[in-house]
């Protein structure tokens, strides 16, 4: 979706330097971002935000086959860990610093080691199969690498992250 005018775009809201109409390229030299088309307006528009929606809403389709009696035990553990990614990343996008930010994209990367360490054990106790347990598995690992480089560029950029509010007197 277009940006609504007047809004700026957040600065350092991705995770992989991509090409296409929605990507973010870091521009190493000067050490600033550049948008391409379409500019990052909330949470929503950041491709680690929609990987980790991704990762939730499989888990949620795993976690439909597991014993009924594990529905207090690994079925919540998993969906929490894959709701928990994607929470403190929308979090951490609207918080006032860098430090904060970062905070929260370091929580976001336990839960998916949370949810990598709950899909194993589902495998290894028989619930699902090596094909789910290495589709997931690969998808969360991208999603860990996707958390890392964000919040390592958003640490190493000279210009502090602050989130641009309203703030009208």
Known sequence: SATPAGKSPHRLGFALPQTGPRSLVLDQTKRRTTMHKNKISNFRDLKVWQQGKSIVIETYKLSQNLPKHET???????????????????????????????????????????????????HDLGYINSQ??????????????????????????????????????
């Open 132 to 169: 789910a347990l290495t589709s997931l598995n690969n998808i969360i690992l991208h999603e860990s690498r996707m958390l890392k480089k964000l919040s390592s560029n958003l640490r190493n950029s000279k210009k502090p992250y602050t989130k641009n509010h309203d703030r009208r007197s």
């Open 72 to 122: 207090y035990g690994l079925v919540s553990q998993m969906r929490r860990a894959a709701i928990s990614i994607i929470s403190n990343i929308a979090e951490g996008y609207n918080r006032q610093k860098t430090g904060e930010y970062t905070h929260f994209l370091n929580y976001a990367l336990g839960s998916c080691a949370e949810l990598e360490t709950q899909i194993e054990i589902s």
